[in-house]
Structures are given as C-alpha cells and as structure tokens.
T-cell receptor
Framework: DQQVKQNSPSLSVQEGRISILNCDYT??????FLWYKKYPAEGPTFLIS?????DKNEDGRFTVFLNKSAKHLSLHIVPSQPGDSAVYFC??????????????FGQGTELSVKP | GAVVSQHPSWVICKSGTSVKIECRSL??????MFWYRQFPKQSLMLMAT?????????EQGVEKDKFLINHASLTLSTLTVTSAHPEDSSFYIC???????????FGPGTRLTVT
C-alpha cells in the first residue's frame, strides 16, 4: 500500500523554466510534508516542508503547495538550474510525534535540467 | 547546522560476517534516529526507529535479530548487520531528528556489499 506516490519517475526541464514535481497521498492523518533532494550514493538533503495548516510555503526558488482536499502537494522550482538535477522525494508524517515523526517516502522523481 | 555523519561510507564483507555502521549527529542532540535502506532506483524504506536509551522499534518484515540497533547516546546510533548475506547488500542511510523537530537530517549513507 503506497501511501505517498510520485507518479512521474522523471521530468526534464529547460534551464530557466519552472519545474513542477507532484506528489499524492492517501492517508488523511498526514499533517506534515517534506521535500528532499538526493544525488546518487548520497543521503537525502532537506529542501522545504509544509504543515497541513498551510497551503503554501516559499523558500527562495522553492515553493511547496498543499491541496488537502485533493491530497496533493507539489514542489515548484523557479527558475530551474542545471544544479537542480537530482532525484526529488516527497515525504509525509503523521502523529504521534512523541518518539520522532516517522516519514513515509514517495518513489522519487528524477529531475533533469538542461542548459 | 544539522549535520549527520555515517561511517563507513562503503564496506565489503564476506557472507556470514557481521558489519557495524555508525551514525552520528555532529551539531545537535538526536532524540530519535532512523535507519533506512534503499535499493537501486527505489524509494527509501524505513527499517527501524530508535530513541536514545530505549529499544528500537522495527518496521514490519524487518528482522530485529539480524539488524541490531543501538542508540546509546544522543549523538550516536549503530546498526549491526549480523551474519550478512548477499541479499543484505544495499545502501543503508540513517537520519536524525531533534526534540520537537519534524525534519529528519540524513547521513551520507553506507554502501554494503556482501560477497
């Protein structure tokens, strides 16, 4: 049962344009969502997160949008740069958090930004 | 801030031997540490959650006697793969989170190859 899904395994975008990575979830108990960037043979790097009480969070070139009714979130990267090329994972967590929030990861989307 | 290290970064061992992987939070106190494994082109699969000073909580299907986890201090957790077999070959990644934090910060990963 895949609770967090990234249906696009890959995405190719021209440098300077917008990259939109999508993520869907099924568990209505999820209340915190995160995006991670990962290079091969390295650990994921935290990018940006959003709480379920918000519908948008922005940090520089990265913006995450959350649509709770649709159980959908997206990561926008504007403008895209070649250095953004990596695999992007969305992740979600649900209470309780008394022993640390367990993250459920999507399958990842490989972004390629072409010069 | 929020740096997590792992050691070793890669290890090759013979079938039947045990291997220990260390995960350290370098600049914060990690109340909770997580251990994941990742197969090529796949998502991160949570193996277990460990809180300092208590027994680890293993995910369904993960053999606790095979993957021994110790979280003896607020900055160190270890994963020991006992009696390793070729099917245990994988990329193992740890993450850590601090008190009241949602974000997990990941180590660089350990590539284990069992021959």
């Amino acid at each position: 049962d895949q609770q967090v899904k990234q249906n696009s395994p890959s995405l190719s975008v021209q440098e300077g344009r917008i990259s939109i990575l999508n993520c869907d979830y099924t568990n209505s108990m999820f209340d915190y969502f995160l995006w991670y960037k990962k290079y091969p043979a390295e650990g994921p790097t935290f990018l940006i997160s959003i709480s379920s009480i918000k519908d948008k969070n922005e940090d520089g070139r990265f913006t995450v949008f959350l649509n709770k009714s649709a159980k959908h979130l997206s990561l926008h990267i504007v403008p895209s740069q070649p250095g953004d090329s990596a695999v992007y994972f969305c992740a979600a967590s649900a209470p309780p958090y008394n022993q640390g929030g367990k993250l459920i990861f999507g399958q990842g989307t490989e972004l390629s930004v072409k010069p | 801030g929020a740096v997590v290290s792992q050691h070793p970064s890669w290890v090759i061992c013979k079938s039947g031997t045990s291997v220990k992987i260390e995960c350290r939070s370098l600049d914060f106190q990690a109340t909770t540490m997580f251990w994941y494994r990742q197969f090529p082109k796949q998502s991160l699969m949570l193996m277990a959650t460990s809180n300092e000073g208590s027994k680890a909580t293993y995910e369904q299907g993960v053999e606790k006697d095979k993957f021994l986890i110790n979280h003896a201090s607020l900055t160190l957790s270890t994963l020991t793969v006992t009696s390793a077999h070729p099917e245990d070959s994988s990329f193992y990644i740890c993450s850590a989170t601090g008190q009241g934090r949602y974000e997990q910060y990941f180590g660089p990963g350990t590539r284990l190859t069992v021959t």
